[in-house]
């Protein structure tokens, strides 16, 4: 889909479009130069303009070298609306970590998440929450490090709760509390903590092959962390905290615990941004005109009456879009949206059940399918056990009768209830248990979600029924 301006253009009165930098769902973003000789970014609102400018209402005056600027908002003859905004010449921090796919060291790393905590702490001191914090949306430029896309940013209200934030970031630095609708200054600091893990590591902390799966291990998996230098593990280790409460409640707070470390203090102390500016330079000249998808897309929307749907991190794109939307008419497959996962995976309270718990499940129900082969006269034959596992399991809430007298149930690796075909896949693959000599089976002593060889065949994983503690 081509652009709906092209070079020399004047869609807007004093400004000269030169190229298009980048397109949204419901925005394009323009490289432009004023009448007076100011380079910027335009970005025209395509759709919904009074939307997406209520969110840029309470940002406009906002003042910081670190956030990306946004000038004005004007109308021309049309009616149409755009965004002037600060145009950021240098690479976003996505394309730095593309060009060093290892991660950028701890001394760049340092560097970056200190200038990006400058404007984070300037955001939330004013009330402000950014909820979309990923490297495409933060811009290295002449030394200086600066947020963009924070126009959906909300202010921070008594209320926790709004389903206009159901959907908010980009799945791989989503915290667990947002799929709930539940928000703070905390999904920031959580987002945060992914980005100084991947600045570390050159990849993010849960990684899968479908939204769903990533989703599931922000619910339930921890970031492993153990390899790595002081105090980077523990600050990382809080900062992904699942509860917001166990979170760093401040920005300040993080960073101290980062820089009392003489060792990361006096990383920086000789550090010279001219070294990250001459990468930056090299990095900004491969870029084309049209952004790089970033290799961790944005999963479709859930189903909530309001959702997010920013406009992909461009420099100087500055601002997304908050609208009404429906749900997908054809979701991307393995993304489950809240409303499909089951409600312990929902709510974030997973306990895996493990070796002994499930023993004594199995051994209940070979005795029950023992009873009803000598009610019919027939004997517990493979293809009974098949059938009893597949049916109830699949038609019961993931139960057998073992399983809901050891209160645990079967669900899929991603979150969602598991149906008659998966559970009979999983009945099938129990033979592989036998077929090992039982060494499929006890791998579950050894896995960190307790999957059997047959659970990671099928795609499944036991959970118990009741909260965590």
Known sequence: MAFTFKHGDRPLEDYTVHRGVGRGGFGEVYYAISD?????????????????LRGVSHCINLKSPHLVTIFDVRKNADDD???????????????????????????????????????LSY?????????????????????????????????ISASRHSVQTASVGTVHYMAPEVGSGNYSRGIDIYALGVILY??????????????????MKHLTAQPEVDHLPAPFGAVIRKALAKDPNARYQTIDEMMNDVFDVDDVRNSLVGFNPTSLSQAAARV?????????????????PPVPAFALAADAGVAGAGVGRLGPVGPPPYPAAGFARPDELTPEAAAGNLRYAGF???????????????????????????????????????????????KRACDIKVI??????????????????????VLTMFIGYMIIWFDDRKQGLHDHVAGTMVVYTVPRA
């Open 356 to 402: 002994w718990i499930r023993v004594v499940s199995a051994f209940i129900d070979i005795v029950i399918v023992g009873l009803i082969g000598a009610l019919f006269g027939e004997q517990a034959t493979g293809g009974l056990i098949i059938l009893y596992q597949g049916l109830l399991v699949g038609l019961w809430n993931g139960q057998t009768l073992g």
């Open 284 to 300: 900004a000249r491969d870029l084309p005109d049209s952004p790089v998808p970033s290799p961790y897309p944005p999963p479709p």
């Open 198 to 215: 991947e600045m570390l590591l050159g990849k993010v902390p849960f990684e899968g092959g479908s939204a769903g799966e990533v989703l």
């Open 412 to 433: 899929c690796s991603d979150g969602r209830p598991c149906g008659v075909g998966r559970a009979f896949g999983r009945a099938f693959a129990k033979f592989l248990n």
């Open 123 to 155: 955001l939330h001191d004013r009330g402000i929450v950014h909820r979309d914090l990923k490297p495409g949306n933060i811009f290295y430029d002449d030394g200086y490090v600066k947020i963009g896309d924070y126009g959906l940013s909300k202010f």
């Open 81 to 119: 609306f755009f965004i002037v905004m600060e145009y950021v010449s240098g690479p976003s921090l996505r394309d730095l970590l593309v060009a060093e796919p290892g991660g950028l060291g701890v001394q760049k790393a340092a560097f970056f998440l200190r200038e990006l905590a400058k404007g």
């Open 36 to 52: 007076g000789g100011r380079e910027v970014a335009l970005k025209y609102l395509r759709e919904n303009p009074e939307v997406e």
